[in-house]
């Protein structure tokens, strides 16, 4: 992959961050165009933020799970690239 394929895939993958703010979150989010997170009390804001992050977290452990799965599938078929 040359570094303006790598930057063509980072651009695609903002732009579906993109489609998710101006789709579902827009809905989720938008309050009389303002987003809800500058309008918070910091306090709620704080509580919302560690949540997400809990969130990735277990996103990352879900993801590490199935990788683990894939890297013994392609051992044992003896897959190299």
């Not at 992959?1 to 989720?28: K, N, P, W, Y």
């Not at 165009?33 to 804001?45: D, I, N, S």
Request: charged share 35%.
């Amino acid at each position: 992959m040359t570094s303006d394929e790598l930057a063509d895939e980072v651009g695609h993958f903002i732009r579906q961050c993109r489609g998710r703010i101006l789709g579902i979150g827009a809905e989720q989010y938008e309050e009389g165009g303002r987003q809800k997170f500058e309008t918070m009390p910091l306090v709620e804001l704080v509580v919302y933020a560690r949540e997400e992050a809990q969130d990735l977290a277990v996103y990352a452990a879900m993801l590490d799970i199935r990788l683990k799965r894939l890297e013994e599938a392609l051992r044992e078929k003896g897959v190299t690239l």
